[in-house]
Each structure stands twice: as structure tokens, then as C-alpha cells.
């Protein structure tokens, strides 16, 4: 099974700052990876996958890269909004596997 | 617009089985890979396994003993069966449709989640 190991636990930032959180697998996972965003109470959302492309309607300020082992989300500048738990998922190998999440709180 | 809205008992007895249905409305279930994730209380995600609308299930090794998905297309239905649960079951079981065909184990729709929790 792969592992996905997701750095820093959590993050502490500000509105209009840039977030950067990592995404970190045991084996290669090609650019079969994806990010998903979840807010307390609600389902998770898709943000990015295979790696760097954009779900339907997520806003431009949200941007992935990496392949093979190391992977990176990036949000450009932080609205209010985005101050949630991210999860890291792989779907290169059965059974696919998630991350532990990075919370990202509001410093 | 698809929509997915799991349901359930909200408790079940330790060594029974946990059933739980997720109605799909708004679009077929053709053509799309359709899972099960679920959430421990204050956890991460956890896949338990996914079935293509025409069926043959994959299921996480670490369940895969206890766990049955199946899918009713007449119904619009997604189902999940788990059976001799304990405690560490207890969580909020979300079940998901596949992003689109070109991409279809990223869980591009999510349903809003059922929890289900294991005491007698």
C-alpha cells in the first residue's frame, strides 16, 4: 500500500498570504495524484488532479505540481474561504490511499 | 445537476453488519466509476472500494473480507455492506462518483456523508 505522507500537520497563515503544502508518497505515483479540500462538517471537494490540472470551477488561485514521489499544492493568495483541510490521494495503485491531511488554519 | 445522498441506520450493533444506500438523482449512473470513502471522528479519509455502474467491486484489502458494493442502475442506487463491524467502524461513510470518464477514480461528486456509529 502506498503511503502518502502530507507536510506540515497544520499550517498557520493570514488572508492574502501564499500556502504551500506537500504531499509526499512512498513509491512513485506517476502524476496520479489529486488534491481535495474539506470543510468541517461537509464532504471534500476536488480541487486538482493528475497532479496540476484544475477541477470544474475551482478558482485560479489553486495550482499543483509534481510527479513521482513529491507533490505540492499551492494557493496563490488565501481568501477567507480557503482555510481548511487538505488531503492528498493517489490512484496509481489498488487500494488507493489518501494522505492525513494538512489543516490550514488562520494565523 | 447529480446529487448523491447516502443513507442508513446511524447505529449498529458490534458483530452485525452495516448497510448503507446511496440514491443517485439528477444523471444516470452510466458510464462512471462510483466509491465509498469513509471518516473516522476527527480522522482522515479511508477508501473502502468503488464498482463501475456495470458492476466487478474493488475493495481495500483491509476490508476486504467484510465489505460488499454493489449498484442497482434501475434503482439509481449505490450499496455498501459491511459486515462483523466493531468500534474502529464507526464513522461517516461518504459514498462519491468518479470526476468524469476521461478521469474516472478521481471522486469528482461527492455525497454530504452518513454517520454511522458502532455500540450496543
Known amino acids: 500500500e502506498i503511503v502518502l505522507t502530507q507536510s506540515p500537520a497544520t499550517l498557520s497563515l493570514s488572508p492574502g498570504e501564499r500556502a504551500t503544502l506537500s504531499c509526499r508518497a512512498s513509491?512513485?505515483?506517476?502524476?496520479?495524484l489529486a488534491w481535495y479540500q474539506q470543510k468541517p462538517g461537509q464532504a471534500p471537494r476536488l480541487l486538482i488532479y493528475?497532479?496540476?490540472n484544475r477541477a470544474t470551477a475551482i478558482p485560479a488561485r489553486f495550482s499543483g505540481s509534481g510527479s513521482g514521489t513529491d507533490f505540492t499544492l499551492t494557493i496563490g493568495s488565501l481568501e477567507p474561504e480557503d482555510f481548511a483541510v487538505y488531503y492528498c490521494?493517489?490512484?496509481?495503485?489498488?487500494?488507493?490511499?489518501f494522505g492525513q491531511g494538512t489543516k490550514l488554519e488562520i494565523k | 445537476q447529480v446529487h448523491l445522498q447516502a443513507s442508513g441506520p446511524g447505529l449498529v450493533k458490534p458483530s452485525e453488519t452495516l448497510s448503507l444506500t446511496c440514491t443517485v438523482s439528477?444523471?444516470?449512473?452510466?458510464?462512471?466509476?462510483w466509491s465509498w470513502i469513509r471518516q473516522p471522528p476527527g480522522k482522515g479519509l479511508e477508501y473502502i472500494g468503488n464498482?463501475?455502474?456495470?458492476?466487478?467491486?474493488n475493495y481495500n484489502p483491509s476490508l476486504k473480507s467484510r465489505v460488499s458494493i454493489s449498484v442497482d442502475t434501475s434503482k439509481n442506487q449505490l450499496s455498501l455492506n459491511l459486515s462483523s463491524v466493531t468500534a474502529a467502524d464507526t464513522a461517516v461513510y461518504f459514498c462519491?462518483?468518479?470526476?468524469?470518464?476521461?478521469?474516472?477514480?478521481?471522486?469528482?461528486?461527492w455525497g454530504k456523508g452518513t454517520t454511522v456509529t458502532v455500540s450496543s
Open positions: 513509491q512513485s505515483v506517476s502524476s496520479y
Open positions: 493528475d497532479s496540476s
Open positions: 462519491a462518483r468518479g470526476y468524469h470518464a476521461g478521469r474516472p477514480y478521481y471522486m469528482g461528486v
Open positions: 464498482i463501475y455502474y456495470s458492476g466487478n467491486p
Open positions: 490521494h493517489q490512484r496509481s495503485n489498488w487500494p488507493f490511499t
Open positions: 439528477g444523471a444516470s449512473m452510466s458510464l462512471y466509476y
